[in-house]
């Protein structure tokens, strides 16, 4: 039996997918468990929270967006005062919302939601989605002891690992079972591999050139691919003949269908692509983003480690690589297999519900009230 829940939570998080998913899996989960509670979100005005959240049915508090600067500079010289309006703000949302637990996804928001609750004693919970943990995050953690992470290399004062909260159309996804409706929603068939491409809501210019270059020849080889190119950024595939289709969108409202037809991914590393995967069991092969911290190479760590995916520079990444390794690869039944099965050895599809029993803990434990 599960520990009760606090009559109201706020969750802090914004301004990326990442923060986002994560935040309204968890908010599902609560009232889910309990439709008494009250979930509200804490973002900002410019972030997808403002669309994705109200969409889901929750009400959003809005603070205003104050970047943490990495290294000095007039940005610096500026942050006590908008950090302090953002502070007031996330306050007048806990006292106004009555908010017992106050949950942080990091970025922009959860700093002055992390400070806000400290001044008044209300418990805080922490969950870090990346591998390598950020600014907000890392102070959030020195004031709690209830701390999550999504991968058990993520080095946090107080973490236990509960994986990422996830969909429950991802995280409960029966693949065989879904398969068929999944090949007739994008026009495939069940006679070839499928190559499933993605390279996040906005596309990865490297993933799309190179297999574009190399279209023809995975048509060629018997595979069919379904590739998510980002909006804006699709291009003509080729087509005719009787070899398998090549389908080009620029992205899939539905991913679980997206997943349930792939026998291979080829995609990014950000923590909620590495998560997803894992959780259904996907054999991968990851090209981390070549940019910002390397939080996408620690990302997708642990499963390359177990065997379970390849990881690629995004720079090896090329149309020499497909055919020496990616079409080799697709013909080889078995190892997918293989790889699907370690891929799985490393998921965790109960992210939410060990996220939401940290929420349940933190309440009973008062942990912060002075």
């Given amino acids: 039996m599960h520990r009760a829940l606090p009559p109201s939570v706020l969750l802090a998080g914004g301004g990326s997918a990442g923060h986002v998913s994560p935040l309204l899996a968890l908010a599902d989960c609560l009232t889910r468990r309990d439709a008494s509670v009250q979930v509200t979100a804490l973002g900002t005005v410019e972030g997808l929270e403002s669309r994705l959240v109200p969409e889901r049915g929750y009400p959003l508090r809005t603070v205003p967006k104050v970047p943490l600067p990495r290294r000095p500079s007039g940005a610096l010289l500026r942050l006590p005062g908008g950090l302090r309006s953002a502070v007031a703000a996330a306050g007048a949302a806990i006292e106004e919302t009555g908010a017992q637990v106050v949950v942080g996804f990091g970025g922009y928001v959860s700093t002055p939601a992390y400070l806000a609750a400290r001044r008044r004693g209300v418990p805080i919970v922490v969950h870090e989605q990346n591998a390598r943990p950020g600014l907000a995050n890392r102070l959030g953690a020195r004031l709690t002891p209830y701390v999550a992470t999504t991968f058990a290399s993520t080095a946090l004062p107080h973490a236990r690992v509960t994986g990422m909260p996830l969909r429950p159309e991802i995280a409960q996804l029966d693949q065989e079972a879904r398969r068929d409706e999944a090949l007739a929603h994008f026009g495939l068939d069940d006679h070839h591999p499928t190559l499933l491409v993605t390279g996040g809501s906005l596309g990865a210019l490297r993933?799309?050139?190179?297999?574009?270059?190399?279209?023809?020849?995975?048509?060629?080889?018997?595979?069919?691919?379904?590739?998510?190119?980002?909006?804006?950024?699709?291009?003509?595939?080729?087509?005719?003949?009787?070899?398998?289709?090549y389908v080009v969108r620029?992205?899939?409202?539905?991913?679980?269908?997206?997943?349930?037809?792939?026998?291979?991914?080829?995609?990014?590393?950000?923590?909620?692509?590495?998560?997803?995967?894992?959780?259904?069991?996907?054999?991968?092969?990851?090209?981390?983003?070549?940019?910002?911290?390397?939080?996408?190479?620690l990302n997708a760590a642990d499963v390359v480690a177990a065997g379970g995916g390849l990881l690629v520079e995004d720079g090896a990444f090329t149309p020499a690589f497909v055919d020496a390794t990616l079409l080799p690869l697709l013909s080889d039944r078995d190892r997918l297999a293989d790889i699907a099965r370690r891929a799985a050895s490393v998921g965790e599809r109960g992210g939410d519900e060990l996220l939401a029993d940290l929420v349940a803990l933190a309440w009973a434990g008062g942990a912060g009230r002075r």
């Fill in 207 to 245: 993933l799309n050139t190179t297999l574009e270059a190399r279209a023809e020849a995975l048509r060629s080889a018997g595979v069919q691919v379904l590739h998510l190119t980002g909006a804006g950024k699709e291009f003509t595939p080729p087509t005719g003949g009787d070899q398998p289709a």
């Fill in 250 to 297: 620029p992205y899939a409202d539905r991913m679980d269908l997206a997943y349930a037809v792939a026998d291979l991914v080829v995609a990014r590393a950000g923590a909620n692509t590495v998560c997803e995967l894992t959780a259904v069991g996907l054999p991968a092969v990851y090209v981390p983003l070549p940019i910002g911290n390397g939080e996408q190479r």
